[in-house]
């Protein structure tokens, strides 16, 4: 079988499209924290300061979220619920989004924590993202981050309420892709058709030896 050179365009333009739907991008990432030690993060045990973290970041476009991580640490096993919260202008507003999971003891070293294989849609727009610690979180996130996202908060068990803060520097991590709504209608039937129309024009355009 051989393939004509007009049809490599075609091949080459549905494998792009067929990565940009499957692919799993870094939608925010402020870099690794480079000192130990930081902001407490806790639920009000006699170990740590009682408080939640946040920090406020932006979609351009709708997004499908995958994974949420944050630098972080523990001196012993614990419990930690990580959100993804509405804009609520200087501190987040209600929870969309939100999960928990077991943070292990890694020898005090800190290390990316939080939730994986997510499918957490949003829209283009402007959200917080929660880290909070159980009741029996003993622990921290380290700062500052390289790259930190400029607009944070926390949360004082005492008072009940959030409070920006702008120096938190925490280390967060988001991953994720366009959604199906973001991407052309139709877009992976397109690939699937280009494809099976590139493997007709390939059969009929085949060279054929007779012998003789």
Known sequence: MKLRSS??????????????????????????????????????????????????????QPTTITDVLGWMYVYRTAGLTVAIAADGGNIPGADLYSGSTVVSFNNYQSNWEGLTGLDWQLDAGTYWVKYEGAVDYYGGMDNPAPNPLGVEAFRS??????????????????????????????GSSLVLFGLASLLLAAWRGRVVRCRV
Do not use: C, M
Not at 10 to 26: N, Y
Not at 158 to 170: A, E, K, S, V
């Open 157 to 186: 068990h005492y008072t009940g309420g959030w409070f920006r803060q702008d120096n938190l520097d925490l280390g967060v991590r988001i991953n994720g892709h366009a959604t199906a709504s973001n991407v052309p209608e139709g």
């Open 7 to 60: 049809f490599l365009p075609l091949l080459l333009g549905a494998a792009l499209l067929f990565s940009a739907i499957s692919r799993a991008d870094v939608i925010v990432d402020t870099g690794t924290p480079s000192l130990g030690g930081g902001w407490d993060l806790g639920n009000g045990t006699s170990f740590t300061y009682p408080q939640w973290l946040a920090a406020k970041f932006e979609l351009l």
